[in-house]
């Protein structure tokens, strides 16, 4: 069994900044790719940014330079830091973990999501 939980966002004027956290546990060998989605109202889920474990990282063009996915593999956590907020950016975020064991297929977990607001 394996547990996703965030941590981070809330409300924040336009410009400024908020982070989220990831924090992985549970049975599973390694971590291969966190990453972040997000959905606003009415809209899909879709995907913020990505990152490998060997720190490969892949981000929508919508956030590109004010965007930073991290993660620190140790200790099983991931981070978005986000900077230079926009209204538009304002969504339920949710993290996301592949995970395998020592051999075998990887699995998706995610986490229960956070609400970022961004007021103009």
């Known amino acids: 069994q394996v547990q996703v939980v965030q941590s981070g966002g809330g409300l924040v004027q336009a410009g400024g900044s908020l982070r989220l956290s990831c924090a992985a546990s549970g049975s599973f060998f390694s971590i291969s790719v966190m990453g972040w989605y997000r959905q606003a109202p009415e809209n899909q889920r879709e995907l913020v940014a990505t990152m490998t474990s060997d720190g490969v990282t892949n981000y929508d063009d919508s956030v590109k330079g004010r965007f930073t996915i991290s993660r620190d593999n140790a200790k099983n956590m991931g981070y978005l830091q986000m900077n230079s907020l926009k209204p538009e950016d304002t969504a339920v975020y949710y993290c996301?973990?592949?995970?395998?064991?020592?051999?075998?297929?990887?699995?998706?977990?995610w986490g229960q999501g956070t609400q970022v607001t961004v007021s103009s």
């Open positions: 996301h973990v592949d995970v395998r064991g020592m051999t075998g297929p990887t699995f998706r977990y």
